[in-house]
């Protein structure tokens, strides 16, 4: 018999959808952005402003409970990715055919789920069981999905410029337990704020830390191998100019943004990753999320 989620469960489930609005929410409004979307500008983009970011997040502000209890009920990566299919379409309705936050519905998707099967499990949200979970119980669909994507012909722009320059896409990244995410972009934003950076401050060198490593697929399709090696080259710089502990971090971020713009190039994969982390770094820190909804 299915056991459905108790009052204090359903509140939790809640908050984990609460959070990945607010991370996305967060996302957005951060600046600088190299070449992104934000309240300052629409960086390197003429088809979305961030009023599209924000029609996008109130259609999906359903979803991302939806996905959690999903996990909860340990639902086949089936019915995950039915639900993941359902938000894209209210996306794209919301936005007029703008892609907003497809990479966000599919990998903080899987993490609210991940996260919700933790909560029927009674176990603590950590990173490290997040990525335990996710790995355990749709690995297996992930990286079945991943090799099937591989042996068709390209569905998108992304996994077309992967496999022109042999790079990761968001779905290899998902069925390997999401790399980039734990083991760069969380534990750089972990480390500038317990070094005591402000919270725009440590969100810009999380970003800054996964630009240079990530296989950004979105940067390969707009600007081939060139407009990735160029991004990974600035972010790799402005960290060894000492991140945002350099005097002037704020002014040397605003010259790449200016300089992605100028060759319009927009690191989009990155931004999902640092909205995923935020959304980890949240929840992790709520005390007993199950028992004290926020």
């Not at 019915?79 to 919301?94: H, I, V, Y």
């Not at 903080?108 to 950590?126: P, V």
């Not at 317990?194 to 970003?207: D, E, H, M, N, T």
Request: charged fraction near 20%.
């Amino acid at each position: 018999m299915t056991v459905r989620p108790s009052i204090a469960e359903h509140q939790a489930l809640q908050a984990l959808g609460r959070h990945a609005v607010r991370a996305l929410y967060a996302e957005v409004a951060l600046e600088p952005k190299p070449g992104l979307v934000s309240f300052r500008d629409c960086g390197s983009h003429t088809d979305m402003t961030a009023a599209t970011f924000v029609r996008s997040l109130f259609a999906l502000r359903h979803y991302f409970p939806a996905v959690a209890r999903a996990g909860f009920m340990d639902a086949p990566f089936s019915t995950l990715e039915n639900l993941g299919r359902c938000a894209e379409a209210r996306m794209l309705q919301a936005t007029g055919g703008v892609n907003t936050h497809r990479g966000a519905v599919f990998g903080l998707g899987l993490l609210c789920a991940s996260a919700g099967y933790l909560i029927a499990q009674d176990r603590s949200i950590t990173a490290r069981q997040l990525r335990e979970v996710l790995l355990e119980q749709w690995g297996h669909a992930l990286g079945r999905r991943a090799e099937e994507a591989r042996s068709r012909p390209p569905a998108s722009h992304g996994q077309r410029a992967a496999r022109c320059f042999g790079l990761r896409t968001a779905g290899d990244e998902a069925a390997l337990g999401f790399p980039t995410l734990f083991d760069t972009t969380l534990p750089a934003l972990q480390r500038a704020s317990s070094a005591g950076a402000p919270l725009r401050a440590a969100k810009v060198q999380a970003l800054f830390a996964t630009m240079a490593v990530l296989d950004d697929t979105n940067l390969a399709h707009r600007g081939a191998k060139a407009g990735l090696d160029l991004v990974r080259r600035r972010a790799q710089q402005f960290l060894a100019d000492g991140g945002v502990w350099q005097p002037d971090w704020l002014g040397q971020a605003r010259a790449v943004h200016a300089e992605l713009v100028r060759h319009r190039l927009s690191p989009g994969g990155s931004a999902d990753v640092l909205a995923s982390a935020c959304w980890v770094q949240a929840v992790v820190s709520v005390r007993a999320l199950h028992y004290a909804p926020v």
